[in-house]
């Protein structure tokens, strides 16, 4: 729990954040937004004490944090920012370590750990003996997300840690950053100046301008009902279909409608399976679930016999996209239903675009 | 054939001049690291990036002066014999070592440095731990061209009394004989190879391997 009171930050005459209040609650993941300059970052490092604050109280977890010694504050707050700033002369296992090793842990307890946090991250465990300069821009950030969480932290503050990622990979990163929150339920201030990003990750949003906190509810609540026309600018023409976006593809997931084999069974004895059952898809997956390929047994016609058609490579989607992604890489796949998958890429059922349409039906008859 | 011949009959002359000359290139170089280093972490704590950034500017001007100057200087306050030598050495090579690790020590990305505070790493941590390891090659770089001026600049300080292989140099131009100047100034610089080849080594040691790998 974060609980800021009548915080204000002066650097010289400017006041970069003016009078604050803000309740941040236990296992939620808040999200800040605004303009350039707007004090979201000084409001993030007045948390950890790395900016001073000029008025006010700020308490962490029943504290107020000007009453602990800054170092053992941070050391029990995880920090992410957007250039990472990994060590680049230590392993990502050294980094990683890092906050371990200074809260003293001992050497199996911390193996153990980073075991662990790379398998959160979704990182290969060949990983750790690899030196940043090794690293994509996506597994930087991964890393850096592990290095925060080593030493398993109540809270997290994140600083635009996506920014600096090309869109595609941002989309996926954010996929699997909620598929860890969902698992792990820390308390998360998050950066962003992306209204989708904040609208896509957050429970709640704060949005500031020029210091001051303008709204601070749920995303539907903004979304549905902004303070002023600074939040309604910030949201965007098409509020409406943004809110669609808070609807995920895990909400619309099926359990049936299709059935699984191993993909080392033989095509003639899908086929044969699939017609008894009388199922029109079959996904064939590996022993470690992850999906290899689908089989569909199409429809006879008048004028077509009924055919069996192998796909080695189906698309597929997140259980964290939300409907609109789902929506377009239906249609971009020209498929009425696509696979769906977790973060470990495991299967875990599928989609069906006339679920969708339901949904928007729904939405546009209230608006 | 003469030189041979010289190096032959005053083979143990020369040896003792290498061993005075390595001792002096020894003991200076210890001092120059040390006490460069600690002047180089002193300006460059938060808050004294400013005193680091005049002392970047002092060390590149400095680097200029020749050594003959800082050895006539400290005769002219010192006096003469081992320990002026060694004096004016340490001074003199201290200027690469506090330059390379001033802005070494100083460029350190500042994203680094963030990250580093905001995980809960002392002052003290974050030099050691952190902005010196990270500053290693650079600082390195300055330690191994100390070595090969302090090398140089020793058999100058010959002339204020400093011994070794100087001597040779010297009291060869006087007497006008040319095997006993070349076998000076042949064995100074094969020392000076074969220190700046150990040092290399060493420093593809200590660096910390995840530094030394080329971006691909
Ligand atoms: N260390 C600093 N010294 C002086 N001004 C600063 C400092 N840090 C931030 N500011 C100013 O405070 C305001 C808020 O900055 P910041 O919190 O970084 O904004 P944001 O993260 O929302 O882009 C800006 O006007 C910025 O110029
Ligand atoms: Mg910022």
Redesign the pocket.
Known sequence: MIELTNVTKK??N?I?VNNFSLHIEKGSLTMFI??????????LRMINRL?PFDKGNIIVNDTPINDVNPVELRRNIGYVIQEIGLFPHLTVFENVAIVPRLLKWEQKKIERRIEEILELVTLNQSFAQKYPLQLSGGEKQRVGLARALAAEPEILLM?EPFGAIDPINRLKLQDSFLEIQEEIKKTIVF?THDINEAIKLGDKIAI?NE?NLIQYDNVSKILSDPANEFVENLLGQDRNIKALSLKKAKDYVLKDGFITVLDTESRESVEKKMKEKNIKIAFALDENNHLKSRFVLEKATETKKQKFIYNPAPWIIERQNNINEALSKMLEAGEKQLPVVNRKKEFVGIIKLSNIFEEVNKKTNIS | MNILSFYLNNFGRIMSALEVHIFIFLVALTFSTVIGMAISIFVTQEGREKIGRIILSVMGAAQSVPSLVIIALIFIFVGIGVKPAIIALVIYGLVPIVFNATSGILSVRPNIIEAGKGMGLTQNQLLWRVKIPIALPVIMGGIRSSSTIIIGSATVAAVIGGGGLGDFIFIGLKLQKPEMLITGAITVSLLAIIVDYIMAKIEKKVVSKGLQIKKT
């Not at chain 1, 605004?34 to 409001?43: I, L």
């Open positions: 650097f010289g400017k970069a605004g303009p350039s300059g707007c004090g979201k970052t000084t409001t900016t600083d950066v500031i210091g």
